[in-house]
């Protein structure tokens, strides 16, 4: 029995290992103040030891088919830890974790393809309401260690699309890639799924008051989360009104960190990870948050407050004399406060220097994974 634990252990610190070396990464928890063993054991909460073993051969920098997942598998001489098994079974292995939601799976041009996808955003995402309480106590033991490297590989894992209906003015325009409207004209499928942030503090019976379903992903995401059962089918017009409703609600949309944004969230200052992250870091990554600033005309601001309760993060805040000072580096360029301003005293402008992110979610997950390397040289 002894035995069987240790060779669990090791298959998973493998995994971790190959988690550590795309996107945000994951590395060992006690270099950030998270609880020792919180990696394996939540990795245990997902995986079974055989779906550890065959996520060791799915390619995170490219798409790959069963066939050529079973043609790429180490031999037992070179790694004895990996178990060579057929094709049958691990194409049946491959679709069991898709539904699952531990890989992400395509069809494109007749092709069944793979990818092995980071736990942020990624894995975690794909979680939706189907794990109980357990899982969560085990990603909040973790959580220090993925909090640490959301800003800190050279992109951030998400960015801000600014608010821009009518009300709205953004000076010197929007680029192409923030503009969340006209992105979604570019989309063919769409599917809305509920927000995994707010989904954790209802397991502990403290459910967030914003709206629950407010996630949405496009195309072939929109596919895997409709096929696999974590969200559902919804028109075009139908995620516009989403997009609205959220706005309203003070809710911040964030992206993915991609022009094609595979996926978009919208965050609540309460319960999403993103936000409060980037409420406690002034790493160089945070700056690439937002390609946008808030400006405020003192002269015409009527001090109402109004922005100081919308602000989800607390960038507003009334100076000694009663009068709302903007602090710089804790606006994100949301435009979240802008429509409840009555004196339209604050207007979003354009960054001179705009952060262009990777074409797709993948390609940026793999820059993140060589930002890293990188960095550990340097030191």
Same mark, same amino acid.
């Given at each position: 029995?002894?035995?069987?634990?240790?060779?669990?252990?090791?298959?998973?610190?493998?995994?971790?290992?190959?988690?550590?070396?795309?996107?945000?990464?994951?590395?060992? @928890?006690?270099? $950030?103040?998270?609880?020792?063993?919180?990696?394996?054991?939540?990795? +245990?909460?997902?995986?079974?030891? $055989? /779906?550890?073993?065959?996520?060791? $051969?799915?390619?995170?920098?490219?798409?790959?088919?069963? /066939?050529?997942?079973?043609?790429?598998?180490?031999?037992?001489?070179?790694?004895?830890?990996?178990? =060579?098994?057929?094709?049958?079974?691990?194409?049946?292995?491959?679709?069991?974790?898709?539904?699952?939601?531990?890989?992400?799976?395509?069809?494109?041009?007749?092709?069944?393809?793979?990818?092995?996808?980071?736990? %942020?955003?990624?894995?975690?995402?794909?979680?939706?309401?189907?794990?109980?309480?357990?899982?969560?106590?085990?990603?909040?033991?973790?959580? *220090?260690?993925?909090?640490?490297?959301?800003?800190?590989?050279?992109? *951030?894992?998400?960015?801000?699309?600014?608010?821009?209906?009518?009300?709205? =003015?953004?000076?010197?325009?929007?680029?192409?890639?923030?503009?969340? %409207?006209?992105?979604?004209?570019?989309?063919?499928?769409?599917?809305?799924? /509920?927000?995994?942030? +707010?989904? +954790?503090?209802?397991?502990?019976?403290? @459910?967030? !008051?914003?709206?629950?379903?407010?996630?949405?992903?496009?195309?072939?995401?929109?596919?895997?989360?409709?096929?696999?059962?974590?969200? +559902?089918?919804?028109?075009?017009?139908?995620?516009?009104?989403?997009?609205?409703? !959220?706005?309203?609600?003070?809710?911040?949309?964030?992206?993915?960190?991609?022009?094609?944004?595979?996926?978009?969230?919208?965050?609540?200052?309460? $319960?999403?990870?993103?936000?409060?992250?980037?409420? =406690?870091?002034?790493?160089?990554?945070?700056?690439?948050?937002? !390609?946008?600033?808030?400006?405020?005309?003192?002269?015409?601001?009527?001090?109402?407050?109004?922005?100081?309760?919308?602000?989800?993060?607390?960038?507003?805040? *009334?100076?000694? !004399?009663?009068?709302?000072?903007?602090?710089?580096?804790?606006?994100?360029?949301?435009?979240?406060?802008?429509?409840?301003? *009555?004196?339209?005293?604050?207007?979003? =402008?354009?960054?001179?220097?705009?952060?262009?992110?990777?074409?797709?979610?993948?390609?940026?997950?793999?820059?993140?994974?060589?930002?890293? /390397?990188?960095?550990?040289? %340097?030191?």
């Amino acid at each position: 029995m002894e035995n069987t634990i240790s060779v669990n252990i090791e298959v998973y610190e493998k995994l971790r290992q190959r988690f550590d070396k795309f996107g945000a990464g994951m590395e060992k @928890p006690e270099q $950030h103040g998270g609880e020792p063993g919180s990696d394996i054991e939540l990795l +245990r909460s997902m995986y079974t030891e $055989h /779906e550890a073993e065959v996520a060791l $051969h799915i390619p995170y920098d490219t798409f790959a088919t069963a /066939e050529e997942i079973y043609n790429s598998q180490t031999n037992e001489q070179s790694n004895p830890m990996i178990r =060579k098994v057929d094709l049958e079974l691990l194409s049946r292995s491959l679709e069991i974790m898709a539904k699952k939601g531990i890989i992400f799976r395509r069809k494109r041009d007749g092709r069944i393809e793979y990818i092995l996808v980071p736990l %942020m955003i990624g894995v975690l995402e794909y979680q939706g309401g189907r794990l109980d309480s357990g899982y969560w106590e085990q990603l909040g033991a973790f959580f *220090p260690s993925l909090a640490a490297n959301t800003f800190s590989r050279g992109l *951030p894992v998400m960015r801000v699309l600014p608010k821009t209906d009518d009300n709205v =003015k953004v000076n010197n325009t929007v680029v192409p890639y923030d503009d969340i %409207m006209s992105l979604l004209d570019q989309k063919e499928k769409f599917a809305v799924s /509920e927000c995994t942030c +707010r989904l +954790r503090p209802m397991q502990f019976g403290e @459910p967030c !008051n914003k709206s629950l379903e407010t996630c949405m992903t496009y195309d072939e995401w929109a596919d895997f989360y409709a096929n696999m059962g974590i969200g +559902r089918y919804i028109t075009r017009e139908e995620a516009k009104e989403i997009i609205r409703r !959220n706005e309203r609600e003070g809710l911040v949309t964030l992206a993915i960190v991609s022009k094609d944004i595979e996926m978009t969230c919208a965050c609540c200052p309460c $319960h999403c990870a993103i936000l409060n992250i980037a409420s =406690k870091t002034d790493s160089k990554d945070r700056e690439l948050f937002s !390609n946008y600033y808030l400006e405020q005309d003192k002269s015409t601001c009527s001090n109402c407050k109004s922005c100081v309760k919308r602000c989800p993060m607390n960038a507003c805040q *009334p100076d000694d !004399n009663g009068n709302v000072t903007l602090l710089d580096e804790l606006c994100i360029g949301c435009g979240v406060c802008l429509n409840s301003c *009555p004196s339209k005293s604050r207007v979003l =402008k354009r960054k001179e220097q705009v952060f262009e992110p990777e074409q797709t979610c993948y390609e940026s997950y793999v820059k993140m994974g060589e930002f890293n /390397e990188q960095k550990k040289v %340097m030191v």
